[in-house]
């Protein structure tokens, strides 16, 4: 699956501050795309390390694109493409908490 999203400095900074207050717990997070749909996804501390290093100096809402694609027992590629270039990780989902 891919994701448009558009998000603003302030909101990636709220992201990074939810994601960090979950050290122990890594929770899926939920947050519209482009077009308003709520989208879940595994995003980790890092993950929103290296949008927010892509965010510098940008006003506004900036478009990325992340990526998940499934591997084997409940495994997953993430994928983020920002201004060309691309980062991934893997991810356990099995780790990830859905409440």
Known sequence: MEYTLALSSQQLDFLLETIQAFVDNKKLIHL???????I??????????Y???R???VEGKKEF????HELENQNVQVEIVIDQASWSYK???TE????
Do not use: M
């Not at 879940?40 to 390390?49: I, N, S």
């Not at 694109?65 to 998940?68: D, E, L, P, Q, T």
């Open 32 to 38: 519209p795309d482009k077009e308003g749909e709520i």
């Open 96 to 99: 990830f908490d859905i409440h």
């Open 51 to 53: 949008i927010q290093s």
């Open 65 to 68: 694109k992340i990526s998940v």
């Open 91 to 93: 991810a356990n989902l």
């Open 40 to 49: 879940t996804l595994p995003l980790t501390e890092e993950a929103l390390l």
């Open 55 to 57: 965010f510098n100096g």
